[in-house]
Each structure stands twice: as C-alpha cells, then as structure tokens.
C-alpha cells in the first residue's frame, strides 16, 4: 500500500524561527509537489520538484527532494504569521494520480 | 485566465439522497480529478476522467460516479448518500501537454457536502 507521510502533523512555532517539515512516500516518483491550503480554502501550489537533488526556494519557503531516500523537506525559514496554514507534499508514481500526504497544520505565534 | 471553477460551494443533504457536483477546468485543460478531502482520512483520489473517458479510479464505491463532456466540464455523483460522504470535494485540471515533463494540477475551491 502506497504511503505518504508527513512529519510532524502539527506544529506550532515562534514568528522568526526555523523548522523543517518532512514528506516521507513509500513508493518511486521521480516528481514531487509541495501545495498549501488555508482554513475554508482550497490547495494552492507551492512547488514541483522533478529530480534528485532539485531544490526550489520562494520567499521563506525552500524545499528539496531526495528520491534515493524518497524523502522531501520543506523549510521554513523565520517564519511569518502569514505562513500559517496547512502544508501538503503529494507523489504522482504513475500517469497523473497524485498521492498526498498526511498533511501538516503550522501555526505562528507573535 | 480564469481558474477551476466548482458548483455549488455548498449543499446540504440527507442520507439516502443522491447529489451531483460539478467542475469547469481551467480553459484548455483536458485533464479532471476529483479528490474528498475529510479530517479522519486527508485527500484521497476519486477518479481522473481525460477526454471523457475515465483514466484512474480510486478506492472508492460504486456509488461515487463521474463523466467529463466534450467541454472538458465534469461532474460527480454519489448515490445513496451516507453520513461519512461528508467531506470537501476538490477537483483539479490539468493540461496534459506533451510538450511540459510533469503534469501539474489547479485546484478549485471545492464543494462542502454536508449529510445529516
């Protein structure tokens, strides 16, 4: 059974911090997507990542991808309340079904 | 351009009922999924539908349906309703271009299905 895995699945952190958040699948994809959605909203797109190694930054966010590992990292670099909101990774193994993760829900605390 | 565009945003039904919920792809995406978002169970495919035909089918019952037209438009459909079909029901297009190495899905706002 194919899995997706985030971690952590909350989390609640200081305006100006750090922190990483982790996309874990079981299966091969050589793409990987990274998309945010608001309370009462839908899915925004962040990033795609499309190989070993890539690397994608936009504003305090950055993620990578690590398809050896079949692991991806999105991070937040001192984070903004307006970063708030719940952030998924998802995996296409095959023609254009995608598979999201759990999901992590961040808050930003002033 | 304009976006995904869902309808109704919301609906309220009774078990038993059956609803149909609509989507329109950004113009010139041929490709449409369809997706339930509920807390218990995160985002779980429905199915793909691409030239009108379906492509990919979750695991899902039989009581959840679709078709595309020639428009690209789609519709879903679940039958029989019951409680747990409550959910957020988020359709995405895609262009499907032979000319991009990835495939990228838009999202509409979604349709709050409520069944009491």
């Known amino acids: 059974e194919l899995k997706v895995e985030q971690n952590p699945l909350f989390l609640s952190m200081q305006e100006g911090k750090n922190y990483t958040i982790y996309c874990n699948y079981s299966t091969t994809s050589d793409r990987l997507y990274w998309y945010r959605q608001d309370p009462g909203k839908s899915l925004e797109s962040l990033f795609v990542l499309l190989s070993n190694g890539a690397v994608k930054q936009e504003g305090r966010l950055m993620a990578s991808l690590d398809t050896k590992a079949r692991l991806s990292t999105l991070h937040i670099t001192a984070a903004v309340h307006d970063l708030s909101a719940t952030y998924f990774c998802?995996?296409?193994?095959?023609?254009?079904?995608?598979?999201f993760g759990t999901g992590t829900s961040l808050t930003v605390i002033p | 351009k304009a976006g995904v565009t869902q309808t109704p945003r919301y609906l309220i039904k009774t078990r038993g009922q059956q609803v149909t919920l609509s989507c329109s792809p950004i113009?010139?995406?041929?490709?449409v999924s369809w997706y339930q978002q509920t807390p218990g169970q995160g985002l779980q495919f429905l199915f793909e539908y691409f030239s009108e035909t379906q492509r990919n089918k979750g695991n899902f019952p039989g009581r959840f349906s679709g078709r595309q037209f020639s428009n690209s438009r789609s519709e879903m459909n679940v039958s029989t309703l019951e409680l747990g079909d409550s959910a957020l029901y988020l359709c995405?297009?895609?262009?499907?271009?032979?000319?991009?190495?990835?495939?990228?899905?838009?999202f509409g706002p979604g349709t709050r299905l409520t069944v009491l």
């Open positions: 995405a297009s895609s262009l499907l271009s032979t000319r991009t190495s990835y495939n990228e899905q838009f």
């Open positions: 113009s010139g995406h041929r490709s």
């Open positions: 998802a995996v296409v193994p095959t023609g254009n079904q995608f598979y």
